[in-house]
């Protein structure tokens, strides 16, 4: 007969126990002593796989935590928070202590978050992790009441929104913010066409028009304040066509009326939004991705615009994806 292979965590047919015993103890109190001798990979000697190369960015991403932020207002607000935190890992290290990130936020997880407030907790990682440079990221979706445009009903926008913070090894810290703005966009080609039919024939169209997305990141400039609403303004102020929240008939008819004042190309809005951010002293750099995404094609039409600042943003972005709407 054909020897039964060994069980090691359960119970065989004719044994009293399992070879290994598995088990919980709630009772069990970690001591100073016991911690300071738990295994840290940190101090593991020739266990680097791979290349033994430095890597730029290693950590965590979307971990989660409620963050008191305050308006422009000064009102105060509690908010769900998407953090993405790394750090540079030397070419002789095996890795990093990741949930330092982690408590590094809890650590200041009674303070109301500004740029500023996350300067300090890169300082702090930077300082446990012993590494050269650093870089957080935290997401929020942001609300703002909205008016409605005739009718004076009110409701809530929602954006998505990032504050991002990066300190080098030069102890430079660089602040960034990244903000989502949907919007209507009437074709400027579609809307000919349709007062053409209309002129020639007398036949009655509908110009083709779509819902858009603009996703602005700028950097602020060293010693400026710059804010959420700061950065709505200068999308609302360029573009005109924001989506609404609330709407009766006349706020139906009034939003027609603005897509038909505020035509454009998604090459348009692109260069409406350069216009406005460059005229900011407080954004040292920005990027603007556009998508509009189409009620005539099966596609989207896209553009991407930067500063051009040497060192600074490039129009290199690719992920179209993420402006789907």
């Not at 409620?66 to 928070?81: F, Q, S």
Request: aromatic fraction near 10%; include cysteine; hydrophobic fraction near 40%.
């Amino acid at each position: 007969m054909k020897a039964k292979p060994k069980l090691y965590l359960h119970r065989a047919a004719g044994k009293a126990a399992p070879l290994i015993t598995r088990g919980y103890d709630p009772r069990f109190k970690v001591t100073p002593a016991y911690r300071a001798e738990l295994p840290d990979m940190m101090h593991a000697v020739d266990a680097i796989q791979g290349a033994k190369v430095p890597i730029q960015h290693v950590g965590v991403a979307n971990f989660r935590l409620p963050i008191k932020v305050r308006t422009k207002r000064g009102e105060g607000l509690t908010l769900e928070a998407k953090v993405t935190g790394t750090v540079s890992l030397e070419a002789e290290l095996k890795g990093i202590n990741m949930s330092r990130i982690v408590r590094s936020f809890y650590d200041h997880q009674h303070g109301v978050f500004t740029l500023e407030w996350l300067g300090r907790i890169l300082k702090t990682y930077l300082r446990r992790i012993k590494s050269k440079d650093a870089r957080l990221k935290v997401g929020f979706s942001w609300p703002l009441r909205q008016r409605s445009l005739r009718s004076g009903l009110e409701g809530w926008q929602y954006y998505q929104v990032a504050f991002e913070g990066v300190l080098t090894h030069t102890g430079r810290y660089r602040r960034f913010l990244h903000f989502d703005f949907v919007y209507s966009s009437a074709c400027p080609c579609s809307a000919e066409l349709a007062e053409h039919a209309q002129d020639r024939r007398g036949v009655y169209s509908i110009p083709h028009s779509q819902r858009s997305k603009a996703r602005v990141s700028v950097e602020i400039a060293a010693g400026r304040h710059l804010v959420i609403e700061d950065l709505h303004a200068h999308c609302l102020r360029a573009l005109k066509t924001e989506t609404q929240v609330m709407v009766r008939r006349e706020d139906e008819q009034a939003f027609a009326e603005l897509n038909g004042a505020y035509i454009k190309f998604v090459e348009d809005a692109a260069r409406l939004l350069y216009h406005e951010l460059n005229g900011d002293a407080r954004i040292r750099d920005f990027q603007v991705a556009c998508a509009h995404l189409e009620s005539l094609h099966s596609h989207d039409a896209v553009s991407v615009i930067c500063k051009g600042v040497p060192g600074g943003f490039t129009a290199d972005f690719m992920d179209f994806s993420q402006l789907v709407c």
